[in-house]
């Protein structure tokens, strides 16, 4: 129904992603075709963007199918390149989903390498940013899961170059002893954002 909404509604974005949520939703849990192939014609349609604009594409970004996840990083490189992605917000949204097994980091970290190969490498680093500043504090998030996250982090801080607001947690994660993945990408992260603040 998405494309036949998108024809009636075309300056109501926000209308027709609320409308079409529970697609979305799915999209994230069983391995069918959803809505989430139809998210670049969602990004590139006019009107809001709010919250069920910014939920379809957390759900997209975590979608079952390969090819969805794609069309999310798409979306998302639409939506930063017309101005319309509150990257905080996203953050936060995609870390409650981690955290409620709503969606997997992996998928996240696919849909997410999608849109910093397409050049949103800053936008990438602040939603991630903004995710991490849920997770880190909590301690409830997976090592496996920060293994994920937390490279694709660093490497779009570093080649954004651009200001980042402070990541809750990270210095403590960051100053911990040790080698492996997860503390040296927390370094990583931490001197790309103590770099572009200066």
């Known amino acids: 129904m998405m494309p036949l909404w998108l024809m009636v509604l075309p300056q109501h974005r926000e209308i027709v992603a609320a409308r079409t949520l529970t697609a979305y939703v799915e999209g994230a849990e069983a391995p069918r075709r959803s809505a989430a192939v139809h998210l670049p014609a969602l990004a590139e349609a006019e009107g809001a963007a709010g919250t069920a604009v910014r939920l379809a594409l957390a759900y997209g970004l975590g979608a079952n199918r390969p090819g969805e996840r794609v069309a999310a990083g798409d979306a998302f490189l639409a939506l930063a390149a017309r101005g319309d992605l509150t990257e905080e917000q996203l953050g936060r949204d995609v870390a409650a989903l981690v955290t409620g097994r709503s969606l997997k980091a992996t998928r996240l970290t696919e849909s997410l390498t999608v849109a910093a190969q397409g050049g949103a490498h800053h936008a990438v680093a602040a939603v991630l940013a903004a995710a991490l500043s849920v997770l880190l504090p909590t301690g409830a998030t997976a090592p496996a899961n920060l293994a994920k996250l937390l490279p694709l982090a660093a490497e779009c801080a570093e080649r954004s170059r651009m200001p980042l607001p ?33």
């Open 166 to 198: 402070p990541v809750d947690g990270l210095a403590e994660l960051a100053a911990r002893p040790g080698s492996g993945l997860v503390v040296k990408s927390a370094r990583r992260l931490r001197d790309a954002i103590t770099h572009a603040a200066a």
